[in-house]
């Protein structure tokens, strides 16, 4: 079996290398971890992934980057691919665009920058049902 699948978007590389640091530091080889600069890269993965059968199961994802927001990124993913599920990172997040990502995206969580890490795999655990 595959797997499980965890997709970071954020568009500075050193936000991509400290979260993936810190998701592999906490769940090691238990996941693939994929990073992405832009929602335009992470779609095309995510078609890919799809195509050959596989899911994506968790996306963590910025809110503020360049030609579409987090938000944006997220509804239209939960449009394609509901059972995605989704975690925002942003110190920059309007509480409107939240809210947005909450009811069109069903978005799982929102957490501010700087996140805190055990709070952020605690919701990363809980996002994908695995015990501690």
């Given amino acids: ?13 050193v936000v991509l290398t400290s979260l993936v640091g810190q998701l592999n530091n906490t769940f090691g080889n238990k ?11 992470a779609w095309e993965f995510i078609d890919e992934v799809y195509s050959e059968g596989l899911n994506v199961d968790l996306i963590i ?10 938000d944006e990124f997220m509804i239209r993913v ?5 059972d995605v599920q989704l975690i925002m990172l942003s110190g920059q997040a ?7 990502a909450r009811t069109e995206a069903k978005m ?25």
């Fill in 31 to 41: 996941f693939t971890y994929e990073q992405f600069t832009s929602p335009e890269e």
């Fill in 61 to 70: 994802c910025d809110w503020l980057m360049p030609r579409m927001r987090g």
């Fill in 1 to 13: 079996m595959a797997k499980k699948i965890i997709m970071c978007v954020d568009d500075e590389k």
């Fill in 78 to 82: 939960h449009k394609r691919f509901p």
């Fill in 94 to 100: 309007d509480a409107e665009s939240v809210e947005r």
């Fill in 108 to 132: 799982f969580k929102f957490i501010a920058k700087p996140w805190d890490k055990d709070e952020l795999m605690n919701e990363v655990r809980s996002a994908l049902n695995i015990a501690s």
